[in-house]
């Protein structure tokens, strides 16, 4: 069992950034593939970002490319998702996510509680 919570969300204005943290409990994090979805009002949860297991493998959708940046730090059991830039497009409920194994963008063996971040324009 992973338990995972996130923290990091906020309401900012258009053009600022947030860094999203995301911390796992459990002593196989590391072997674990990471990644953020996000659920915006009337939308379906979507995926944003991931990330394999020893740092590798690094994905995004593409309306995130050049502005969100993926990571970890396996000596911590956390994830992050640094988002530059932000547009109110990007509002949403953020949630961490882990899988065991590739092809976490499917879907996702655990799930946090999510937390809101809200741009303003």
């Known amino acids: 069992q992973v338990q995972l919570v996130e923290s990091g969300g906020g309401l900012v204005q258009a053009g600022v950034s947030l860094r999203l943290s995301c911390v796992a409990s459990?002593?196989?994090?590391?072997?674990?593939?990471m990644g953020w979805f996000r659920q915006a009002p009337g939308k379906e949860r979507e995926f944003v970002a991931a990330?394999?297991?020893?740092?590798?493998?690094?994905y995004y959708v593409d309306s995130v490319k050049g502005r969100f940046t993926i990571s970890r730090d396996n000596a911590k059991n956390t994830v992050y998702l640094q988002m530059n830039s932000l547009k109110p497009e990007d509002t949403a409920v953020y949630y961490c996510?882990?899988?065991w194994g590739p092809g976490i963008q499917r879907g996702a063996d655990y799930w946090g509680q999510g937390t809101q971040v809200t741009v303003s324009s």
């Open positions: 459990g002593s196989t994090f590391s072997r674990y593939g």
């Open positions: 996510a882990a899988k």
């Open positions: 990330i394999g297991s020893f740092g590798g493998s690094i």
